[in-house]
């Protein structure tokens, strides 16, 4: 693996890890947020409507 320093001579090896913990964090939270709002009410009519326009831009519908 290689070290990177900074100007200054610190090192940062470990600031790759930091980074994907933050996104693996948002992408959690993210995922969380989809699911409450896709298996509530909002999620059904969201659905339902999706389906609907779908279907009328098919002419089935």
Do not use: C, N, P, W
């Not at 070290?3 to 001579?9: A, C, I, K, L, Y």
């Amino acid at each position: 693996m290689r070290t990177t320093r900074t100007s200054t001579g610190h090192d940062e090896s470990g600031i790759t890890t930091a980074e994907y913990a933050v996104g693996t964090a948002a992408g959690a939270g993210f995922a969380a947020l989809l699911y409450k709002m896709l298996t509530g009410s909002f999620g059904d009519q969201l659905l339902g409507r999706l389906f609907d326009h779908v279907m009328s831009l098919l002419g089935i519908g």
